[in-house]
């Protein structure tokens, strides 16, 4: 039992999920009821017929079944509406908040956005530049080099252009990243995105198989006779024989 119920808490420590449910149960006896009994005649039921009088009381069983769910899906919703509302009074109540909080968080995020690609933009400026002056001077350096003390002071030139031009193409996040004293992290991000503006031009492989649209065409083409000729590439299109008892 939880050793927090005590005064006014009526539930004896039940939660709330097996009080909502014993609740149910007490409130719709004749739907547990027969639930029960229609699930039982799964073990009394053959589990093939060969004649018309036990294909009939087959049907029987089945349209009795459709309509313990009809009623008990019925049952359900009407059952669960008051949850539904209470559901949706606690997600607008939360949903206002952080709504209003998620504004100034964009806001915030904007300026803090602003800021850092500016920095980029001129870390970046200037390592670039340095990374030019160190090329510069490198080749330079191997240009004019004709000992070999001159030429290994060429390739330490080189070594150190080199460095100073990865150091100007590092990521967004390399040139921006912060740290405040209570550790909160914050870095420039960098992601590619996309916009369709001619769906028609837009290559084939791209496109996603509509289900919709293939069911559509599908049901279009079937015959007068039953038979559906329909052939789509990369779709197999099959017939699937059931019963219905209404």
């Known amino acids: 039992m939880d050793a927090l119920a005590g005064i006014g808490d009526n539930s004896g420590g039940m939660d709330a999920a097996t009080a909502i449910k014993e609740n149910l149960t007490e409130r719709h006896p ?11 005649m799964i073990e009394r039921a053959p589990k093939s017929v060969d004649n018309e009088a036990d294909a009939n009381k087959i049907s029987e069983a089945i349209r009795q ?17 008051p949850y539904l509302a209470g559901g949706r009074a606690v997600d607008g109540f939360f949903a206002n908040l952080i709504d209003a909080v998620d504004k100034t968080k964009k806001s915030l995020l904007s300026v803090r956005t602003a800021y850092d690609v500016a920095v980029e933009a001129e870390t970046r400026r200037q390592r670039e530049e340095a990374a030019r002056i160190q090329r ?36 967004p996040a390399e040139l921006t990243r912060t740290r405040t004293d209570t550790g909160v992290v ?3 991000r960098s992601e590619w995105r996309h916009e369709v503006t001619d769906p028609k031009k837009v290559p084939k492989k791209f496109m996603v198989p509509s289900d919709a649209l293939i069911k559509g065409a599908v049901k279009a083409a079937v015959l007068p006779d039953g038979s559906c000729p329909l052939d789509i590439p990369g779709v197999r299109i099959y017939e699937h024989k059931f019963s219905q008892v209404r």
Request: aromatic share 2%; proline share 0%; net charge neutral.
């Open 136 to 171: 510069e001077e490198a080749d330079r350096q191997a240009q004019e080099a004709r000992t070999a003390q001159q030429q290994d002071r060429a390739a330490v030139a080189e070594t150190v252009a080199q460095e100073a031009e990865q150091a100007a193409k590092v990521k």
């Open 65 to 81: 079944c459709t309509a313990f769910i009809k009623i008990a899906t019925e049952t359900r919703v009407k059952e669960k509406e």
């Open 30 to 40: 004749d739907i547990v009821k027969r639930s029960g009994k229609l699930a039982g």
């Open 186 to 188: 914050s870095s420039l």
